[in-house]
């Protein structure tokens, strides 16, 4: 059982890593709702939204620098280290 979580959280966690850099890089270029990758893009927020959502809450203002996607990412990365220790 242990090692079948410990997969499945690695693979969320890999998931959710390439989405929020893809995020962060689609963040960087104005696209219009009537552009044909707008769906995947409106798909890349609804996937990250949960999670960078109460990170930016607790996070300080920084003007116009969001680090909510650097905390987040640095998360991952210990749920990802720690469900390889548990494998």
């Known amino acids: 059982m242990g090692l079948y979580l410990a997969n499945f959280l690695n693979i969320l966690a890999s998931v959710l ?5 893809a995020r962060v890089l689609v963040s960087w270029f104005n696209v219009s709702p009537g552009s044909p990758f707008f769906p995947v893009i409106r798909l890349i927020y609804a996937i990250t939204e949960p999670i960078m959502g109460p990170i930016r809450k607790v996070l300080p ?6 680090f909510s996607p650097v905390v987040a990412l640095v998360l991952l990365h210990f749920i990802r280290v720690l469900a390889r220790n548990l494998i």
């Open 17 to 21: 890593y390439f989405s929020i850099l």
């Open 61 to 66: 203002k920084t003007g116009m620098f969001d």
